[in-house]
């Protein structure tokens, strides 16, 4: 369920579909939520490698508007407007454009804090806010634009997020 405020809950149904290996993810890529930072490129290749065992879940239309809206500012009126700026997230609206179809296909990413209570999404059976979308901002970005129905997610385990944690 979405609410007036900048924190989400919502359920994730799991996906069956095959998901294959990007070519324009950078080698480098790391997110930064508060004082902790997370390395997404060693977490992809990782998952491209056939190391991890995730379940995909589904993002439907509805959370990919409330996100991409509540969230990230986005006004489906002005699609190529400048950078927007949330409180919480830059996103280039300019680059998440520019993104090819084949992202859209590529799951998002999202992982829990080490703290409690301080993500921005409410996963359906938590009671804390207690995970960040850590990467596919843009692909949300994106596909909110496009109209796309459906995106894919992939959820961390706080133990599995830890692997990941730089500091």
Known sequence: ???????????????????????HRH?????????WEWDIAAFWRDHDAG???LKRHVLNRDFIVGYAEQVLCQDAEQPAGPTRLSFLMHVDVAAAQALPDAALT??????????LGRGILRLEGQ?????VLADG?????????????ELFAYTLTPALAKKYLLQ
Do not use: D, I
């Not at 590529?106 to 703290?115: Q, R």
């Not at 949300?140 to 634009?145: D, I, P």
């Open 1 to 23: 369920m979405l609410n007036n405020t900048a924190f989400f809950e919502c359920s994730l149904p799991e996906a069956t579909s095959a998901v294959r290996a990007s070519a």
């Open 27 to 35: 080698p480098h890529e790391t997110f930064t939520w508060l004082q």
């Open 51 to 53: 190391k991890l065992n």
């Open 106 to 115: 590529e799951p998002v990413l999202f992982l829990p804090t080490p703290k």
């Open 127 to 131: 009671n804390q806010v207690n995970h």
């Open 137 to 149: 901002n843009h692909r949300v970005v994106r596909a909110y634009h496009a109209g796309t129905p």
